[in-house]
């Protein structure tokens, strides 16, 4: 296996990129739709996570629950996602994520929907949360990532990071749609209609056209013409690779942050005396930012495989939660930091995926990242509750944002060094069928 000389050059020289140029349009044309469909998906997987914070304060008020109590939800879903999240990887590796995609897209939206049944019982809180966060395994980022991955070689970093934008666009949509239902209708229609309604959108764009390089073989068994193969490491090389090791700890540290400030977004802006109104626009944009983000990386990180891309994106969060503190806030630098954050929730998850590929090959990814969404759905549900149990104990978020300076550094210096690509060369097999005697 050989490895490109210098992890600061350029991917390929002037030759090599036109050839490469060429290949990146003809993946787009035949795959447009499929990218289109997977952002979509990706988008509903991120709807809990980005709308709890507007619900937080109509459902204490109605209940008397605190913040803490109402984010352990995101913890049981973090704490099925553990285990089942290796075995979601495993099904897409055997069946492809279509298989996996389309059923969870049908079921997630109904247990999110099931939430606008909330009575005040804790119990029934909490049993709501485990039906969500068992077939929301369906819908993780594995499965489209998962499936981008195997068409696009040439553009694989853009396409993930349009594909990853799904989650950015959730971001930006969902406090101002959230606020909009609450205002208008309730908490419970508001829960209705973002699962049954947002769920119904994405369905009608996957049936036609969200379809893996698996579903292209099955639909096309006589073609003639020569496939790549995937290749890369097994599962037992990739859970003692010290890159993927890496990238891995990256991930985690930089989801457990990213997760707790998005979940306590609008909480931690009104604490800075904005109306839940404003609180609620400003946590939008940031979701413009998270869309600049991954698509600016993903166009970097198609052309040069410096470490430094990835280390000053991860390092973006120590910024923002500085810049929150006093007596360095103010209006202005409070829009900022958000932007930061949206900026790098937007690129840090867009790097982890590109990299892991890059590092541990196509053969086995499913498992692999399987793995590591485990590490980031376990760190999804650590974040918030311990941001809740922050503000419960001490009233406002200060030491949240203080811890969050030197993660954000720990995080960045992770994958800032981890050296040249691996080249995985792809063997081909033909596909044909046997000509009969």
Known sequence: MNSVPNDAAPAATI?????????ALAEWREHWPMVVAAMAGLSFATVAVYSMGLFMEPLSREFGWTRAQMSLGLSIVALFAVPLSPFAGALIDRWGSRRLGIPGIVLSAIAFAAFSLATGSLTQWYVLWVCY??????????????????????SRALALA?????????????????QWLIDGYGWRQAFLWMGLGWGSVVLVLLLPFFFDARDHERRAPSSSAERPALTGLTLAEGVRDPALLR??????????????????????????????EVAAQIAASAGIAGITGKLLTGWLMDRWQSGWIGGICLSLP??????????????????????????????????????????GGLRHFGKIFGIMAGLMALATGIGPIVAGAVFDHFGNYTALLLAGIPIGLVSGGLVAGLGPYPDWQPACRAVSKPRPR
């Open 15 to 23: 030759e090599e990129r036109s050839t490469t140029h060429g290949s």
């Open 133 to 154: 966060a068992i077939v929301a395994i369906a819908i993780k980022t594995t499965v489209w990532t998962a499936a981008v991955s195997s068409v696009f070689q040439s």
């Open 162 to 178: 349009v594909v990853l934008s799904g989650a950015a666009v959730s971001q930006t949509i969902t406090p101002l749609i959230a």
């Open 247 to 276: 990238i891995a700890a990256a991930l985690f540290i930089t989801s457990f942050l990213g997760v707790a400030v998005t979940v306590h977004k609008v909480p931690i802006l009104t604490q800075t005396g904005l109306s839940r």
């Open 318 to 359: 120590a910024l923002a939660c500085l810049l929150l503190l006093e007596p360095i806030r103010t209006p202005a630098l409070i829009v900022a930091s958000m932007m930061i954050f949206g900026y790098s929730a937007g690129a840090y998850l867009q790097i982890c995926t590109y990299l892991t590929t890059r590092y």
